[in-house]
């Protein structure tokens, strides 16, 4: 049974970078065909997927975000973490980790943390 | 990006009648190579994360109810809860897996009437 825990800092100030791991229980991140993802979810509700990291190492990022954005892997500690560089008030959110195991398909997540808030704010 | 439109954007049904949820996508998310429509179902419930309910758009994920069903292929798309529970109550997301970026929809908020 996969289980996600997100963590990290609950406030950034505006300009600064925002990072959060998330720790992956019951699986190996390197296990093959998994694919490991950041979501977030605006106080709105609106859901926006972040980008992934898959179990190769390989990254893709939302275009809409890509040039802030950098996830990475942690092996030895089985967790990936994710960057978000130059925020603003847009990017307070409650930020998931996600996976999935390619079963139902790349890219549906099956796997989801249970979610930080972030605030951005001076 | 591909688009995902739900709607209604919030509905109210009786306990024990069927609910229906709509969800059109800007372009086919149906690829033809393997015939699977990549679109899948979340329920979200307040202050919790979205669950996967349907995958390829009409697989049920294990341990989800037989009421939650999922129809339709292409661009448009139904999740349909056949006899609603107390349980039910929640937001429903559509998310298309076609190409990144993956997207969803903005959400159905389900009621007891």
């Known amino acids: 049974h996969v289980q996600l825990q997100e963590s990290g800092p609950g406030l950034v100030k505006p300009s600064q970078s925002l990072s959060l791991t998330c720790t992956v229980s019951?699986?190996?991140?390197?296990?093959?065909?998994?694919?490991w993802n950041w979501v977030r979810q605006h106080p709105g509700q609106d859901l926006e997927w972040i980008g992934y990291?898959?179990?190769?190492?390989?990254?893709i990022y939302n275009p809409s975000l890509r040039s802030r954005v950098i996830i990475s892997v942690d092996t030895s500690q089985n967790q990936f973490s994710m960057e978000l560089s130059s925020v603003t008030a847009a990017d307070t959110a409650v930020y998931y980790c996600?996976?999935?195991?390619?079963?139902?398909?790349?890219?549906?997540?099956?796997?989801w943390g249970q979610g930080t808030l972030v605030t951005v704010s001076s | 990006d591909i688009v995902m439109t739900q709607s209604p954007a919030s509905l109210a049904v009786s306990l024990g009648e069927r609910a229906t949820i709509n969800c059109k996508s800007s372009?086919?998310?149906?690829?033809?190579?393997?015939?699977?429509?990549?679109l899948a179902w979340y329920q979200q419930k307040p202050g919790q994360p979205p669950k996967l309910l349907i995958y390829?758009?009409?697989t049920r994920e294990s341990g989800v109810p037989d009421r939650f069903s999922g129809s339709g292929s292409g661009t448009d798309f139904t999740l349909t809860i056949s006899s609603l529970q107390a349980e039910d109550v929640a937001e429903y997301f559509c998310q298309q897996y076609y190409e990144t970026p993956y997207t969803f929809g903005q959400g159905t908020k389900l009621e007891i009437k």
């Open positions: 990291i898959s179990y190769s190492g390989r990254t």
């Open positions: 372009q086919s998310v149906l690829y033809s190579s393997n015939n699977r429509n990549y």
């Open positions: 019951g699986a190996s991140i390197s296990s093959g065909g998994y694919f």
């Open positions: 996600t996976g999935d195991s390619g079963a139902s398909g790349i890219g549906s997540f099956e796997f």
């Open positions: 390829w758009a009409s």
